[in-house]
């Protein structure tokens, strides 16, 4: 199960943009045509997070359905699959969503946002 090492690094990228604030809820968006079994980084995430800024934190995890666009009649298509094809029967197509694996947002606990933006800022 590849999910734990993929959750363990979605996981210090919310820490990192944390920048020791609390994290309370961290949404991500996983592509259904990624490979990627989202319920294996929901059961994952809890003990991914434990000891970080983001242990406690809520995970909501919005799958994104594939779509396609057809090389040869240009018509975009649901994409269930990754052998689906074009209503026109054409094999030949790009991706154009299903395969995301994207921290979308973090909510950080109130009071963190300050601490954090004032973290972030350049000494002089």
């Given at each position: 199960?590849?999910?734990?090492?993929?959750?363990?690094?979605i996981?210090t990228?919310v820490a990192?943009?944390?920048r020791?604030?609390?994290?309370?809820?961290?949404?991500?968006?996983?592509g259904?045509?990624s490979g990627?079994?989202?319920?294996a980084?929901?059961?994952?995430?809890?003990?991914?997070?434990?000891?970080?800024?983001?242990?406690?934190?809520a995970?909501d995890?919005?799958?994104?359905?594939?779509?396609?666009?057809?090389?040869?009649?240009?018509?975009?298509?649901a994409?269930?699959?990754?052998?689906a094809?074009?209503?026109?029967?054409?094999?030949?197509f790009d991706?154009?969503t299903?395969q995301?694996?994207?921290?979308?947002?973090?909510?950080?606990e109130?009071g963190?946002?300050?601490?954090?933006?004032?973290a972030?800022?350049?000494?002089?």
């Open positions: 199960m590849h999910e734990i090492g993929i959750t363990r690094r996981v990228i990192e943009r944390a020791g604030g609390r994290v309370r809820r961290v949404t991500l968006e996983v259904k045509l990627i079994a989202s319920g980084i929901a059961f994952c995430f809890a003990v991914a997070a434990r000891g970080t800024a983001a242990e406690g934190a995970l995890i919005i799958e994104v359905e594939g779509r396609a666009r057809c090389r040869d009649c240009g018509a975009e298509f994409m269930p699959t990754l052998f094809a074009c209503a026109c029967r054409s094999r030949r991706l154009v299903g995301e694996l994207k921290v979308t947002t973090i909510e950080l109130e963190a946002c300050a601490e954090a933006a004032a972030a800022r350049p000494r002089s």
